[in-house]
């Protein structure tokens, strides 16, 4: 093998490694995000998911069999509150992983299992139009139109992180995510749009002591959500995202990102306090990084609000 082929290989795998962390967080396909939601309502979600896909990597390359599974456990609390007379809501997320991880490159075969805390999120959202904000009492009196709304979500270097390895729970840095969304109800249907960026801070300690810089990540997510009744909704979902093209020690990766997912979430609830959602995604589209199925369930219980 000769030292440039080395060079490529490795460069290859970096790559490989610059694309795991998406697993773990993915590209969120989260309907109603824009819903306008009576204030002070506490929610507690418990959730559980499980991703599994593999890694796109150059054919020509003796890079194959790139896997990665992971196992997700979510705490995560919310609360809807009055921001100058208009809807808001806060939620902080708690993941814990248990990830696994295998490839074959030149003919060997490696393998890696890591448990551990999953980098947690907060987000903020407000919704600056259409959606005022309502007591239980005055919301049973509400009809949605238009809403227009914004979330900012901030994710901190909290996960399991070893600096030495590829395969990580954490990625040892600091993200933001300004979004705007546009929510619009047509009889049982209602229609979500939004568009986003994701901004990230330098990881100054991949595989050691390189430093990995990564460019905006730009996004469009939309929902169809069909209103059954009786608290019972079914939303189809889909997103694009592209950008995040990275750096290792200021040498480009070809990972420019081009990818699109689709999914569902269906909610059902079981009394007036307590409901469950089910929610499936996958890719249909992978230009580069990795492709994967998500599939889990969330158990939510909802407090306060004069219920």
């Not at 979600?45 to 456990?73: R, S």
């Not at 005022?132 to 049973?140: H, I, R, T």
């Not at 914004?150 to 990625?171: C, R």
């Not at 705007?180 to 939004?194: H, M, N, Q």
């Amino acid at each position: 093998m000769t030292k440039v082929f080395r060079q490529h290989l490795l460069k290859k795998v970096v790559n490989i490694a610059c694309w795991l962390p998406s697993l773990v967080f993915g590209q969120d396909l989260e309907p109603r995000t824009y819903a306008n939601t009576p204030v002070g309502l506490n929610f507690l979600i418990l959730g559980y998911g499980h991703t599994e896909g593999g890694v796109a990597t150059d054919p020509a390359l003796p890079i194959e069999n790139t896997q990665v599974e992971l196992h997700t456990a979510v705490l995560a609390y919310a609360r809807s509150f009055d921001f100058y007379g208009k809807s808001a809501k806060f939620d902080l997320i708690l993941p814990y992983g248990s990830v696994e991880g295998s490839v074959t490159a030149v003919g060997e075969f490696r393998q890696r299992q890591v448990d551990g805390l999953i980098d947690p999120r907060f987000h903020i959202s407000y919704n600056f139009f259409g959606a005022p904000a309502l007591s239980m009492k005055e919301f049973a009196d509400y009809q949605q139109d238009t809403i227009i709304g914004a979330t900012l979500e901030i994710t901190a270097p909290g996960g399991q992180y070893d600096a030495d390895k590829l395969l990580n729970l954490g990625t040892n840095r600091w993200s933001i995510k300004p979004e705007l969304g546009i929510s619009k109800r047509l009889g049982p249907l209602t229609f979500e749009l939004a568009g986003g960026v994701r901004f990230y801070t330098d990881n100054e300690q991949f595989l050691g002591d390189r430093l990995r810089e990564q460019d905006p990540l730009y996004s469009v997510q939309g929902h169809l959500i069909y209103n059954i009744g009786y608290g019972i909704w079914l939303a189809a979902d889909a997103t694009f995202y592209t950008g995040g093209q990275t750096r290792v020690n200021g040498r480009k990766n070809d990972d420019n990102l081009e990818n699109s997912r689709v999914g569902a979430t269906l909610a059902l609830p079981i009394d007036r306090y307590h409901s469950i959602k089910l929610y499936y995604s996958t890719g249909v589209s992978v230009l580069a990084g990795s492709n994967f199925d998500t599939t889990g369930i969330a158990w939510q219980y909802r407090f306060g609000g004069d219920l």
